[in-house]
């Protein structure tokens, strides 16, 4: 007992008290508290906007829908660079007054 008053003890004793310490349970209402809570307050969070902000964006998601949602009636020519190129120029007659 004298070792344990003066923290003084050997690698062996130090790890025969480690195998034989055994961690209390937590208590059921302090899980509930942790993680219980987390969830019903994510479930209950609110943020406040103001009703001119939130129906711009309302407006914004609607129109967002609509054009995502209707498609292309014809097939989008697909581009490409001139191989050639051959300028003309035309002259325009002047017009007497």
Same mark, same amino acid.
């Given at each position: 007992?004298?070792?344990?008053?003066?923290?003084?003890?050997?690698?062996?004793?130090?790890? #025969?008290?480690?195998?034989? $310490? #055994?961690v209390?349970?937590?208590?059921?209402?302090?899980?509930q508290?942790?993680? *219980? *809570?987390? $969830?019903?307050?994510?479930?209950?969070?609110?943020?406040?906007?103001?009703?001119? !902000?939130a129906?711009?964006? @309302?407006? @914004?998601? =609607? !129109? *967002? =829908? $609509?054009?995502?949602?209707?498609?292309?009636?014809?097939? !989008?020519?697909?581009?490409?660079? !001139?191989?050639?190129?051959?300028?003309?120029?035309?002259?325009? =007659?002047?017009? =007497?007054e």
């Amino acid at each position: 007992m004298e070792r344990l008053e003066s923290n003084e003890l050997a690698d062996q004793e130090l790890d #025969r008290l480690l195998q034989e $310490w #055994r961690v209390p349970q937590a208590p059921r209402r302090l899980r509930q508290k942790i993680f *219980g *809570g987390y $969830w019903r307050k994510f479930w209950n969070l609110s943020i406040r906007i103001p009703l001119p !902000v939130a129906c711009c964006l @309302l407006i @914004l998601v =609607a !129109v *967002g =829908a $609509w054009r995502w949602s209707t498609k292309s009636s014809g097939d !989008v020519p697909k581009f490409q660079p !001139v191989r050639e190129l051959r300028p003309r120029i035309i002259k325009v =007659a002047e017009h =007497a007054e």
